[in-house]
């Protein structure tokens, strides 16, 4: 399947409809103008198949450029080219600054291999809307060394600090992963220290923390598992349970984690300010 779009005799030249089409032409979803990405990742999931959102005639919401390679979406949804994404100011809601998340990399080495974890991670976001007051990731360099831009992207004063109170999201990795795939020569995946390629989503924020995140971890996890690399998740999102069907699909190339801390909901407060209480992540809402 794939995305068709066509002109809005009524309106100008930016202005197009936008279908998804099966291989036979047939129109399968019909979006009118203008899909928010969220539309987009839905269908994807309902239809059980990734869309490539890049050269697919999809244009950005604010100035009507082409979307050829880079994009990131507004709180709402709609589509940005990356020009027009990299000058948004972001949003503070509830105590919560959001923005893009300019970072180039997609897939990074990862010493977490010494600890039998993984040879690869890859990081939806920079931050994490659980807070946790025990989380090492904002004495790491991945945001230790980023102080100017959370600055600039989301008001953050002091990384740490502030941590659990700004999350840049990267709504576009699928895109870039799979074209990193593409180019990959798998014959020197092959020669990392463990020799097993491993992917871990994700090292340094929560991949299933919440909707925008959640979409785009399962966009990865159908890049990677199409390429056969095998793929760690870990997660204190009940958020996880909406990919279970991806994860069969995935079989023994998948391996899923979560931690319980504790049942008390005080300490749980305490340790996990913002994270979803554990009872949420019970053997109940996991079957
Ligand atoms: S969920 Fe993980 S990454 Fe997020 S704040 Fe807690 S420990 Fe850190
Ligand atoms: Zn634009």
Redesign the pocket.
């Known amino acids: 399947m794939h995305l068709d779009t066509q002109r809005n005799p009524d309106g100008g030249w930016y202005d197009r409809f936008v279908r998804l089409v099966d291989e036979d032409g047939e129109v399968v979803e019909d979006f009118g103008e203008h899909p928010t990405l969220d539309e987009l990742r839905e269908v994807e999931r309902r239809h059980g198949e990734r869309i490539n959102l890049w050269q697919q005639g999809l244009v950005c919401y604010d100035c009507g450029n082409q979307i050829n390679d880079r994009f990131a979406a507004q709180p709402d949804g709609h589509l940005l080219c990356w020009d027009c994404a990299s000058s948004e100011d972001g949003e503070e809601k509830g105590g919560l600054r959001t923005n893009v998340d300019p970072t180039k990399s997609v897939l990074s080495a990862s010493k977490l291999h010494e600890k039998s974890l993984c040879d690869y991670v890859i990081n939806v976001a920079t931050g994490?809307r659980?807070?946790?007051r025990?989380?090492y990731?904002p004495s790491t360099p991945a945001v230790d060394s980023r102080e100017e831009m959370l600055e600039e992207k989301a008001g953050v004063d002091d990384p740490q600090r502030d941590?659990?109170s700004y999350i840049l999201y990267r709504d576009d990795l699928p895109e870039r992963l799979r074209q990193g795939l593409q180019k990959k020569d798998f014959s020197d995946w092959k020669k990392t220290d463990r020799g097993r390629g491993i992917v871990m989503l994700s090292s340094?924020?929560?991949c299933y923390?919440d909707r925008r995140a959640a979409q785009i971890t399962r966009g990865c996890i159908q890049e990677l598992i199409e390429h056969d690399i095998p793929v760690r998740i870990l997660s204190?999102s009940p958020n996880l349970t909406r990919d279970i069907d991806l994860f069969k699909k995935a079989g023994d190339r998948i391996a899923v984690g979560t931690s319980i801390p504790t049942f008390d909901a005080s300490l749980v407060k305490a340790l996990?300010p913002n994270?979803p209480p554990p009872q949420a992540l019970s053997a109940g809402s996991l079957q």
């Open positions: 994490c659980h807070g946790c025990f989380c990731v941590w659990g340094g924020t929560d923390q204190r996990e994270a």
